[in-house]
């Protein structure tokens, strides 16, 4: 039988040299590094790293422009190719600084956060566009329920304000802790569906700003970096007034040293599966 993740983790964590991390995975909820700034986590970034990021805002940009570049993917949200919540990019990792930018940043999340090697399961570059239609798929507040093990790492690729759909996650006024949601896919023998398929009602938001919760919209120049922990409620924002684009990397950990970061024998996009009960696991499922 394959390994829990929690167990394939530990074993990760044994491989990798001088494991020590300034953060605990499973207390772990979300960090922000703007531009100029450091972290405990994204502790060095240099001016390279932006005019890395420039660079692939200008490539993906004109992609997203592009239909025929673009992915809208089949299934019962009905995406369509004008004024619409989302356009995704269908060809990333073929741009050669994407690999560059994941360099600078993985290193440091491997050594602050996971304190092991880190996989990018898959990748995903995307389009808010300024649009009226309503809120749906991932602009309602919810979870992912994946492994406690997988975060994501999001870097803005424009400026993004108020109203140019930011990222937006319940924080407690307090704490500064993400509100963290229990993940119904844990292990391959804890793995099934989330109730009302991770979305949550008024109620329950309610609910979470009774304990001290509040809506927090995360904006911040091209550049910014979030990473956060895939079960902390959040949501999208629609874009009111400047699109959104940016690049979304689903991480988790690694027993082994993989070179490089992006591959596309096991770095996946939007067309792919991205996860697995199988915490080993590497190569590419389509959907």
Request: hydrophobic fraction near 30%.
């Amino acid at each position: 039988m394959f390994k829990t993740y929690a167990e394939y983790y530990n074993d990760a964590k044994l491989l990798y040299p001088s494991s020590n991390p300034k953060k605990d995975v499973y207390e772990f909820t979300h960090e922000i590094t703007l531009p100029g700034q450091k972290s405990e986590i994204i502790e060095n970034i240099t001016d390279d790293f932006y005019k890395l990021v420039d660079k692939v805002a200008g490539i993906y940009s004109e992609r997203l422009s592009d239909n025929d570049r673009c992915y809208w993917p089949p299934g019962p949200d009905g995406l369509k190719k004008e004024d619409d919540i989302v356009r995704m990019c269908k060809d990333i990792i073929d741009v050669p600084d994407i690999e560059n930018i994941v360099s600078i940043i993985a290193p440091q999340i491997e050594k602050n956060l996971y304190g092991s090697y880190m996989q990018v399961q898959n990748i995903y570059v995307y389009r808010s566009p300024v649009t009226k239609v309503q809120p749906r798929m991932s602009w309602l507040w919810h979870y992912d329920n994946h492994p406690y093990e997988y975060m994501k790492c999001m870097i803005y690729l424009t400026d993004v304000g108020e109203n140019d759909g930011p990222l937006e996650m319940m924080v407690h006024s307090d704490t500064g802790l993400g509100a963290k949601h229990k993940s119904y896919r844990t292990s391959w023998n804890n793995w099934r569906a989330a109730p009302n398929n991770s979305r949550f009602t008024e109620k329950q938001i309610e609910d979470l700003e009774e304990q001290g919760y509040e809506p927090k919209k995360v904006c911040g120049p091209k550049g910014t970096i979030i990473v956060f922990n895939e079960n902390v409620v959040h949501r999208a924002n629609i874009a009111k007034e400047n699109d959104r684009d940016v690049i979304n990397f689903m991480i988790k950990p690694s027993t082994e040293k993989l070179v490089p970061y992006l591959n596309k024998e096991y770095t996946g996009t939007f067309q792919n599966k991205d996860m697995f009960t199988d915490p080993s696991h590497r190569g590419l499922i389509f959907k």
